[in-house]
């Protein structure tokens, strides 16, 4: 989080951008009325055997903030469990990472939750593993299978938490599970959201919508080391500060350096402890998805800024971006410069 001077650069949050090991994916969420920075499939699973948009009937939480829903349901297992006999040979070895006993539908009965990771290789390839992470729900002698991310093997795993809240207002809890990644630089997070109730899912990943919100931004050199970031769509302003370790200020050549190569980077990712993907409580008291982006300035190493967008659900399941806040860094301290309601 400090300052200090590499390569003639101001530098902001430079240690915490060391920290991670893969290639940084864009990829982030953001939205309007059709939610922007986020690529949905309404329905069900992805399984081979269902009907697109519907949830395979088979038999059968989140960082610390101070404004995080609390997950108050039953969990039964958190420890992941191999279930498989013949991991040895390759074959398909699936995994418990979570289980849950909670209602899910609003009816008074829980249902068991279960999410699975399942790993599967090509004999003779040497292709990494392919993780498939799956949502097992139980009601009775009833069941639906819901599968809610691929990806090939990675030191991340496949679930950071799952957590159960009434994200829609239809009065029935529903699933929120936060899938991990790392980029070359970064850590970052993806949110996927499941209603038993309606039987639909959504996967919050990047699309060129982001990319549209993320365009109607831009920064402008208004004086001393202030360095103005503008929405002409929302007639939002803020400045964020830019200076060196020591305390001096950047030049004017530095500053128009920062005016034209500044950029938001449409990744979710892990900034601190107190600014990652989370499901928290809005000024309402309702449900809301925080996402936070990156603001950078003249490299991947000069983190300069944060912008945190918060969604809620509506009741077609989509997540809809209400408002977002704009965050300063100022040595160790996180500040806000500005918000706006959409």
């Known amino acids: 989080m400090r300052r200090h001077q590499t390569g003639g650069i101001p530098i902001k949050r430079s240690a915490l951008i ?48 101070p404004t995080e829903v609390p997950d108050t349901n039953t969990v039964e297992s958190t420890v992941p469990e191999k279930n498989g006999t013949n991991a040895d040979q390759r074959n398909p070895d699936e995994i418990l990472l979570q289980s849950a006993s909670v209602d899910l539908n609003g009816d008074g009965e829980n249902e068991q939750v279960e999410a699975i990771q399942i790993s599967t290789a090509v004999a003779g390839t040497g292709m990494p593993d392919k993780l498939e992470g799956k949502l097992r729900i139980r009601n009775g002698d009833s069941g639906k299978q819901v599968t809610f991310w691929e990806k090939e093997e990675s030191l991340t795993g496949m679930l950071t938490s799952m957590q159960f809240e009434d994200l829609d207002g239809d009065g029935a809890k529903d699933v929120f599970i936060i899938i991990p990644g790392n980029g070359a630089s970064f850590s970052f997070s993806n949110f ?53 370790e020591d305390g001096q200020l950047p030049s004017n050549e530095y500053m128009l350096d920062y005016e034209s190569r500044a950029w938001i980077d449409p990744v979710s990712i892990d900034i601190s402890e107190a600014s990652r ?22 490299a991947t190493v000069d983190m300069i800024g ?30 806000k410069a500005g918000s706006c309601e959409i």
């Open 277 to 298: 993907l989370a499901l928290t409580t809005g000024t309402d008291n309702l449900p809301e998805i925080k996402v936070p982006l990156p603001v950078f300035g003249l």
């Open 192 to 244: 996927f959201i499941y209603s038993y109730k309606k039987d639909i899912y959504y996967s919050f990943t990047n699309d060129i919508s982001l990319t549209d919100f993320i365009g109607d931004f831009h920064f402008k050199y208004s004086s001393d080391n202030k360095l103005s970031i503008i929405n002409s769509r929302y007639n939002f302003t803020a400045d964020l500060a830019i200076e060196f």
């Open 18 to 65: 060391l920290a991670c090991m893969v290639v940084l994916f864009s990829m982030a969420a953001c939205g309007s009325a059709n939610p922007a920075g986020t690529q949905a499939t309404s329905g069900g699973a992805s399984d081979d055997s269902i009907i697109p948009g519907t949830a395979a009937s088979t038999p059968g939480v989140a960082a610390a903030d």
């Open 306 to 335: 944060e912008i945190d967008l918060f969604y809620t659900v509506d009741s077609s399941f989509n997540p809809v971006l209400k408002r977002f806040e704009v965050y300063d860094f100022k040595g160790s301290d996180r500040l």
